[in-house]
């Protein structure tokens, strides 16, 4: 596609639900990052993708966090019995090939997740 | 490890006047650096970036930066502010080899007729 798209757009969960947010990169990226904004904070890291290969996951908060890209294209972030610190923006990114670390990282509109 | 500071969460101008959004940087390894632009409700758009070479950037819709090493900063600029300018700005570290990028907290740019 033209851009990176995420869905759905604006979640609200009741504590203690599941949510699954997907990101559908720029065709041909091999990369896929994604990041947590919290209210009036910048991105934080969450994980990183190289294909299919999850290489970093150092920056998920909790085993409750879960990310997935089976084949090396969409990838989904999982979040299990989801508490009201989890309420931000969740944003996708993706680059051709980060291992060169010069490619331009293009980052999607967001999930907005609120829990309630 | 890597660390952003981004001095001066909101900064005002007035139509037409200089920008200057600040950034400093903390790196064990040279950095590469970053500027992005948010709007409201949108993802992040990349305005420039350093990785090598030249260590004044030029980047989209007129703004630069310069990479200073012996100060650690890489400030953000545009001569003269248009409306449109007003967003989030942030900026952002990452080691050389890796995009792992370690965001600022961002500083908010109002613009004033």
């Known amino acids: 596609g033209a851009g990176v798209s995420q869905s759905p757009r604006y979640k609200v969960a009741k504590r203690g639900q599941d949510v699954a947010l997907r990101c559908d990169p720029i065709s041909g990226h091999v990369s896929l990052f994604w990041y947590q904004q919290a209210l009036g904070q910048g991105p934080e890291f969450l994980t990183y993708?190289?294909?299919?290969?999850?290489?970093?996951k150092s920056g998920l908060p909790s085993d409750r966090f879960f990310a997935e890209r089976p084949e090396g294209s969409v990838s989904t972030l999982k979040i299990q019995r989801t508490q009201q610190e989890d309420s931000a923006v969740y944003l996708c990114?993706?680059?051709?090939?980060?291992?060169?670390?010069?490619?331009?990282?293009?980052f999607g509109e967001g999930s907005w997740l609120t829990v309630v | 490890a890597q660390s952003v500071t981004q001095l001066g969460s909101h900064v005002s101008v007035s139509e037409g006047a200089l920008v200057l959004l600040r950034c400093n940087y903390s790196s064990s390894v040279p950095p590469y650096l970053f500027w992005y632009v948010q709007y409201p409700n949108q993802g992040l758009q990349l305005l420039l970036k350093?990785?090598?070479?030249?260590?004044l950037v030029k980047g989209i819709n007129g703004f630069e930066a310069e990479f200073k090493k012996s100060e650690t900063s890489f400030h953000l600029t545009k001569p003269s502010a248009h409306m449109s300018d007003a967003a989030e700005y942030f900026c952002?570290?990452?080691?050389?080899?890796?995009?792992?990028?370690?965001f600022g907290t961002g500083t908010r740019l109002l613009v004033s007729p």
């Open positions: 990114a993706s680059s051709l090939d980060a291992g060169t670390g010069r490619d331009t990282i293009y």
């Open positions: 350093y990785t090598t070479g030249a260590t």
């Open positions: 993708f190289q294909n299919e290969a999850q290489l970093d």
């Open positions: 952002a570290v990452s080691e050389r080899g890796f995009q792992k990028l370690v």
